[in-house]
């Protein structure tokens, strides 16, 4: 269903009703269990403690989210936000909803003098590796085999968790498409040491 017309917003303020539809729009974008997804008190009380959460809307039903965490690295003196899950229902992806989620959080990011968003992402989901790396410009800085176990949910049964953990500064700029390879080494490459 592509479809343009869509808000954007920044809840500061939602509700447990809101929260609830949140967390059971998590299940659909992954395929994820009920203890996988992140729950409705984590939702409401994230944006009351700090946090963000980034939501876009189509006729007043949310279609896709992005749950961000103040975090502190305890080397550094800079606080960073901690990209909780971004995801966008299966029908209106391909869209850009999620690139303008992130582009959003930048802002953000750069106003509340966060230095950079951090998170970790599937490294075998293609989608997720064009956005967050050649088209936001985020650097896969380490990679963790198997991260979070075994998920719950029949897409995730059984599956391996592998997760890059990925780093965007708040100077990076969209990334021109280029045709140079790309070789990423599959160890515990770390962009820090």
Same mark, same amino acid.
Request: contains cysteine; glycine residues 6%; negative net charge.
């Given at each position: 269903?592509?479809? #343009?017309?869509?808000?954007?917003?920044?809840?500061?303020?939602?509700?447990?009703?809101?929260?609830?539809?949140?967390?059971?729009?998590?299940?659909?974008?992954?395929?994820?269990?009920?203890?996988?997804?992140?729950?409705?008190?984590?939702?409401?009380?994230?944006?009351?403690?700090?946090?963000?959460?980034?939501?876009?809307?189509?006729?007043?039903?949310?279609?896709?989210?992005?749950?961000?965490?103040?975090?502190?690295?305890?080397?550094?003196?800079?606080?960073?936000?901690?990209? #909780?899950?971004?995801?966008?229902?299966?029908?209106?992806?391909?869209?850009?909803?999620?690139?303008?989620?992130?582009?959003?959080?930048?802002?953000?990011?750069?106003?509340?003098?966060?230095?950079?968003?951090?998170?970790?992402?599937?490294?075998?989901?293609?989608?997720?590796?064009?956005?967050?790396?050649?088209?936001?410009?985020?650097?896969?800085?380490?990679?963790?085999?198997?991260?979070?176990?075994?998920?719950?949910?029949?897409?995730?049964?059984?599956?391996?968790?592998?997760?890059?953990?990925?780093?965007?500064?708040?100077?990076?700029?969209?990334?021109?498409?280029?045709?140079?390879?790309?070789?990423?080494?599959? #160890?515990?490459?770390?962009?820090?040491?």
């Amino acid at each position: 269903m592509k479809n #343009d017309q869509f808000k954007m917003t920044i809840l500061q303020d939602p509700s447990i009703e809101l929260c609830q539809k949140l967390s059971q729009m998590q299940k659909k974008v992954w395929g994820l269990g009920d203890h996988d997804v992140l729950p409705p008190w984590k939702l409401y009380i994230t944006p009351r403690i700090g946090g963000i959460i980034i939501a876009a809307f189509q006729n007043n039903e949310p279609i896709a989210q992005a749950v961000f965490t103040h975090a502190q690295d305890p080397n550094r003196t800079q606080p960073y936000l901690y990209l #909780d899950l971004i995801g966008v229902l299966q029908e209106y992806q391909s869209q850009g909803l999620g690139e303008k989620i992130l582009w959003h959080a930048m802002e953000i990011t750069k106003q509340r003098n966060y230095s950079s968003i951090q998170w970790t992402y599937d490294p075998l989901e293609g989608a997720n590796a064009n956005l967050y790396i050649r088209k936001l410009g985020a650097k896969a800085a380490k990679y963790y085999p198997d991260y979070y176990g075994e998920l719950t949910g029949e897409k995730h049964r059984g599956t391996a968790t592998d997760r890059f953990f990925a780093v965007l500064n708040v100077e990076a700029k969209p990334v021109q498409q280029t045709d140079a390879d790309v070789t990423i080494a599959l #160890d515990h490459y770390d962009a820090f040491e």
